[in-house]
């Protein structure tokens, strides 16, 4: 296939109206020309959450794909990665932590955005299922800035300034949490990283509500269970259906979303004999603001 045969065979159409778009008649693996690449980024930045049917790659073809997006950048978590292509790392339901144990993936299940706690947290996160159960373990993107938009007003002003402070694991999940991480959390010398709770998208100037609750060890002014209770509380008001597109994988889609307007979660309603694993690239960031 030529590069001009993929650009007119190329379709984007909206999954929903707050959020998500479905791309056909394009194959990453195959040179993909700028105009293409850039209706793409587009589609991905308007519509939050971008699906791209129909690929097929090996975990080195996927670095590649993703790569198209920006540079990528390694997932703070090197347990688990794809064989010599450490830029993939592969989440499954079969993984073990150190001890031997299942390992915990439960901060996946809860709405949060990628690696609060790193000055340059990941733009894009690119999803690309390997094994799928027969029913459930999708993935739940929620369009953040359109949630901002419809607090109410006395919210909004109320949260539009706050800081937040992360770390690997916060203290109040600690008792729960992966065990690998929370002494990878004892060991790091490194201070918290101060993010916004709201942060503004540095190509389209809206407002999102952003954050990690697991990783937030406080939002500056409160405790930390209180952060942590604080934070449920503003993900029911602001999390609403009309806002959310939950993708149930097919084999072959890459699922990416722009973290800067967005939280995401794992679906854990699936046969968990079953397996599920999803190969996973992360398009680095810039400096939250
Ligand atoms: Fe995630």
Known sequence: MSVLVQEQTMQINKIKENIGAEVTGVDLTRP?????????????????ALVIRDQNFTAAQYAAAAKLFGDLMEDQNRM???????????????????????????????WHTDHTNQEFPPKFTCLY?????????????????????????????????MKTE?????????????????????EAKTPPM?????????????????????????????????TQDFLEELLEIAIKPEFTYVHEYTLGDMLMVDNRSAMHKAGFDYDHSQHRMVYRALVRGERPA
């Open 166 to 186: 992360n770390t690997l694991i916060s203290s109040a999940r600690m008792k729960t949490a992966n065990p690998d991480i929370v002494r990878a959390q004892k």
């Open 194 to 226: 101060i993010q916004p709770l709201v942060r503004t998208h540095p190509e389209r100037s809206t407002k999102a509500i952003w954050f990690h609750k697991s990783k937030t060890e406080r939002v500056i002014g409160m405790e930390p269970q209180e």
């Open 129 to 161: 299922p390997v094994a799928l159960p027969d029913s459930g373990g999708g993935t739940a993107v929620c369009n953040m800035r359109a949630a901002y938009e419809a607090l109410p007003q006395d919210l909004k002003d109320r949260i539009t300034d």
């Open 80 to 110: 688990y990665l794809a064989d010599g292509v450490p830029m993939v790392s592969v989440l499954s339901n079969r993984h073990k932590d150190t001890n031997g144990k299942p390992a915990k993936v439960a901060n996946n299940a809860t």
């Open 32 to 48: 993909v020309d700028e105009a293409t690449l850039q209706r793409l980024h587009d589609a991905l930045i308007d519509n939050v």
